[in-house]
């Protein structure tokens, strides 16, 4: 499959004279599974033959490659022949080097070794997130990716000492990561969340946790963030639904206005969710790993439904939701819906505060129809009722209409 991407022999022996030498066919096959152009792969190619060449040049021929070798090759080198610049990294590049990366073997990632003696502190970690907070498969992997970053950050290789170490050391840690980092919250959040975990595990964490800084995020009030039922007819108008994008776009739009659904659930949403029988459909809720049905408004599953007969691409995923462009077999995510909604809300001329807007929309829009909160928290998928209250905004007397009567104790 190489040859199809680099014809020239001498070409497919500079690949092979590099770190990655195994990972070529591979990765060529790869970029053929996920449809990939011809053309995008010989570029892919020619990025790695540059840094293979600035590899040896610069003295790492043998060594094993890691992430710090990449993050010097784009400092010193823009990877075009054009000599020596310090030039941020095109996204396309990062794409290769990050795929490489991901197929390395096990045995060859050199951040393996350093995690190695805590490894099993972090798979309890992840029991105790799934047991006791019944987090979703990808907030366990978001927590356990910073708490093995701390790990590294905070001691190498060495045995952890968490009574002797510094609270500075965790300011450092988010100071740095603060830096690349969009979302400071979440970084402080599964620090939290971890450190907890350790004492609860007997370790004294008292001195870390309260050296954790808490950011003040403003937000607008939910009136501002609601949508009017003006404004999301206007909304749903503005999706050409005469192509496969815009067909897709328009059942992903209905999911979130009618059902209140996450982006994240839109994008998790399975073929045998749908029972086109009953009219219902199951929930991921990717959130908190619960799942549970819903009826199936007739709008919104004859958007789906005209999406699978005229829109949707052959693939052998089982998400309704597929992706139309390269990689083919890679998942939407909801980084990529709340984009693709807030696109033609700008185009609409309508302001845009994510998704969850639609979210907070459809919980008032529901109380405005008489729904108690009960009916509107089995609707979001909440198991706390105060979780709905935050969403519909409902007073303390509301909340008592829902409040089980106190059990009389006989004397």
Request: aromatic share 10%; charged share 25%.
């Amino acid at each position: 499959m190489l040859d199809f991407y680099v014809e020239s022999a001498a070409k497919q022996e500079r690949l092979r004279d590099g770190p990655f030498n195994e990972m070529m066919e591979p990765l060529a096959i790869w970029l053929h599974e996920q449809g990939y152009a011809k053309l995008t792969g010989a570029r892919w190619f020619r990025d790695i033959c540059h840094f293979n060449e600035w590899f040896n040049t610069n003295g790492h021929p043998g060594q094993p490659v890691d992430e710090s070798h990449v993050r010097r090759y784009y400092q010193e080198f823009n990877g075009r022949g054009a000599g020596p610049r310090a030039v941020p990294i095109r996204t396309g590049q990062q794409s290769v080097f990050r795929q490489l990366f991901a197929m390395l073997p096990e045995r060859q990632r050199p951040e393996a070794a350093q995690i190695v003696t805590a490894r099993p502190t972090f798979e309890d970690f992840e029991t105790h997130l799934a047991d006791w907070y019944g987090a979703s498969r990808n907030t366990i992997r978001q927590h356990r990716k910073h708490a093995e970053e701390f790990h590294a950050f905070a001691f190498g290789k060495a045995k952890p000492s968490w009574g002797d170490l510094n609270p500075s050391v965790v300011l450092d840690f988010i100071r740095q990561r603060v830096e690349s980092n969009p979302r400071p919250r979440d970084i402080i959040g599964c620090l939290r969340c971890y450190f907890r975990y350790l004492q609860v595990r007997g370790h004294e964490m008292a001195r870390l946790l309260d050296a954790l800084p808490r950011l003040y995020r403003p937000r607008r009030p939910l009136p501002e963030r609601l949508l009017s039922p003006e404004q999301v007819k206007r909304w749903l108008a503005g999706f050409d639904r005469t192509g496969p994008d815009g067909l897709r776009s328009y059942a992903m739009a209905l999911c979130l206005a009618d059902l209140g659904t996450r982006a994240g659930d839109v994008a998790a949403l399975r073929m045998e969710d749908i029972d086109w029988r009953k009219g219902t459909i199951r929930i991921p809720n990717s959130k908190t790993g619960r799942s549970f049905r819903l009826p199936l408004p007739s709008r919104t599953g004859k958007a789906i439904a005209r999406y699978l007969r005229h829109g949707r691409p052959k693939s052998a995923r089982r998400e309704v939701f597929v992706r139309h462009e390269t990689p083919l077999n890679k998942s939407l995510s909801s980084v990529m819906i709340d984009r693709r909604m807030r696109q033609v809300a700008a185009k609409q001329g309508i302001p845009w505060f994510g998704t969850y807007a639609l979210r907070h929309t459809a919980a008032t829009r529901m109380r405005a129809g008489g729904a108690s909160l009960k009916e509107i928290a089995d609707v979001l998928g909440h198991v706390n009722l105060c979780s709905t209250a935050i969403y519909a905004k409902i007073d303390v007397q509301e909340l008592a209409k829902v409040a089980l009567p106190w059990p009389e104790v006989q004397p």
